[in-house]
Structures are given as C-alpha cells and as structure tokens.
C-alpha cells in the first residue's frame, strides 16, 4: 500500500472557522510533511514532522497548527484563516526525512476561504 | 539558498514522439539529489526520477532519462514515446543530502501530449 489518503477532498470556510485537515498513511514512514499550493505555482513547504516531533516550520503563521498524533496521522488545524489562504494542501510522507527516501503525497484538500 | 528554474512554462508532443524538459538550478552544496516530479490534472504528485549529484551516471526510468551536467548545474529531463497518458504539470525538484532538508520546486513545465 503507498497511498497518502487526505481528508477531506474540499473545504469550503469562513474567516471565523476552526477545520482541521487530516492525512494518513500506513506504509510505515516515520517522515511527513504539509505543503501549500496555489494554483499553477509550485508546492511551498510548510511543515515536516520526523519520528512524531516538528522537525521544520518554515515560518507559517500560527493560524495554521500543525499535530501528529502518531506516526500515521497528520493533521492541521485552521483558524482565523484569510483568503489568500485559500490553495491546495498536499500532505506528503517519507520512510525518513533524508533526501535518498521518495515522497508520496496524497490528493490534497482544496481549501476556499470566504 | 538553493534555487531551482525551469524556462519552459509550457510544452506541447505528438504521441509517441521525444519531448526534453529544461532545468537549472543554483546551489553552493556538494552534495544533494534532485528530482523531477509529475502532477496530473486533478491527481497525486508522483516521483517520476531522481539523481544523487555524486552518481556521475544519468538516472533512466523507463522512458524516462535525465541529463545530469553537475558543473553547468543542468538537470533535463527526457520522456521517450510520449503517451496521452504523460500529459501533466512537471516539477523539476532539488533537496540537500542532509537530514531534515526541504524539497526546493521549480515553477513547473506543463506538457500537453496530442494525437
């Protein structure tokens, strides 16, 4: 099984909202990752999560929360989001944070924020 | 900081024919991997290939070969036999060989394959 399963597939939230986004996957990786993607640009890091513990916050705003309950599940809480933070969040993971091991990413949740 | 470039917002192959996609990129470290990724419309990002800078030999997938120029920091990729099928965003992707390193994207290519 190398599947990345990402819940839910669309969201539609006002300004005021708490959601949460969840991804799972069950091939054993003990990496996983949050990216950003607006359309026709390129995935933007967020978060990378290592053996359960936050490894890289590349300096995201803390409307967005990242938690990793264990090691097959990734969630990301959202509250008072603007906007433009309305994108594509892909959720990706890996056997180890280490550029030798491939990233399987998930189908994304389209995220609209209104 | 690492920077990557692909030049070709845009491509368009006939079916079964050779298409190579262009990808600089700009770094200071010795060592590091770089990639090329494929996202089609509406589906998951796949790893298409991938080439550890240390391997002086190019990575080839199938119909998938890359051109590796470590001194020009070149990185093209080359899809042989273009199907329908191959139609997609392509992102040309670099990560240094340390722990916890970040995947550095291009701005993509999108390859259109017609009939």
């Known amino acids: 099984d190398t599947e990345v399963t990402q819940t839910p597939k669309h969201l539609v939230m006002g300004m005021t909202n708490k959601k949460s986004l969840k991804c799972e996957q069950h091939?054993?990786?003990?990496?996983m990752y949050w990216y950003k993607q607006k359309a026709k640009k390129p995935p933007e890091l967020m978060f990378v999560?290592?053996?359960?513990?936050?490894?890289i916050n590349e300096s995201v705003p803390s409307r967005f929360s990242p938690e990793c309950p264990n090691s097959s599940l990734l969630n990301l809480h959202l509250h008072a989001l603007q906007p433009e933070d309305s994108a594509l969040y892909l959720c990706?993971?890996?056997?180890?944070?280490?550029?030798?091991?491939?990233?399987?990413f998930g189908p994304g949740t389209r995220l609209t924020v209104t | 900081a690492q920077t990557v470039t692909q030049s070709q917002p845009e491509m368009s192959v006939q079916e079964a024919e050779t298409v190579t996609l262009s990808c600089t990129y700009d770094?200071?470290?010795?060592?590091?991997?770089l990639f090329w990724y494929k996202q089609p419309p509406s589906r998951q990002m796949i790893l298409v290939i991938r080439?550890?800078?240390?391997?002086?030999q190019n990575a080839t997938e199938n119909r998938f070969s890359v051109n590796f120029q470590k001194a020009a920091k070149s990185f093209s990729l080359k899809i042989s036999d273009s199907q329908l099928g191959d139609t997609a965003m392509y992102f040309c992707?670099?990560?240094?060989?340390?722990?916890?390193?970040?995947?550095?994207f291009g701005t993509g290519t999108r390859l259109q394959v017609t009939l």
């Open positions: 990706a993971s890996s056997q180890d944070v280490r550029a030798s091991y491939e990233q399987y």
């Open positions: 091939m054993g990786h003990r990496a």
């Open positions: 999560y290592s053996y359960e513990k936050l490894s």
């Open positions: 770094t200071s470290e010795s060592n590091y991997y």
């Open positions: 080439q550890e800078a240390y391997k002086q």
């Open positions: 992707a670099f990560m240094k060989q340390i722990t916890a390193s970040k995947l550095t």
